[in-house]
């Protein structure tokens, strides 16, 4: 399986970016996916996730501003970042799992999720 994120760079704050995540080796319809961050010196956090099913989270820090979104026929998942901020500032991390009968979605967590990306770096600066 590998995971793979792209879209990443430098944008001044109040601007927009779209991450992109493909994932080969699974059939990702199948699969929970999703987004998290590690800024510099803190621990990773949970961004965004979306379901099998279609259902989504948002962190309270980002709720309003991000969108995910998945398109199953590409094999694509999506985070629309808007209004970014200097706090947004971060690598970014697809990840993939596959959610057992009896297993509680958990989008948030990152024990939950088998299948990682490398990340790639956001920048929000002036």
């Known amino acids: 399986v590998q995971v793979m994120e792209s879209g990443g760079g430098l944008v001044q704050p109040g601007g927009s970016l779209r991450l992109s995540c493909t994932a080969h080796g699974l059939t990702f319809s199948d699969y929970d996916m999703g987004w998290f961050r590690q800024a510099p010196g803190k621990e990773r956090e949970g961004v965004s996730g979306?379901?099998?099913?279609?259902?989504?989270y948002l962190s309270d820090s980002v709720k309003g501003r991000f969108t995910i979104s998945r398109d199953n026929a590409k094999k694509l998942l999506y985070l629309q970042m808007n209004s970014l901020k200097p706090e947004d500032t971060g690598v970014y991390y697809c990840?993939?799992?596959?959610?057992?009968?009896?297993?509680?979605?958990?989008?948030?967590?990152?024990?939950?999720?088998?299948?990682w990306g490398q990340g790639t770096q956001v920048t929000v600066s002036s």
């Open positions: 990840a993939a799992t596959y959610r057992r009968g009896g297993t509680s979605w958990r989008p948030a967590a990152e024990d939950y999720f088998n299948y």
């Open positions: 979306v379901s099998r099913y279609g259902a989504t």
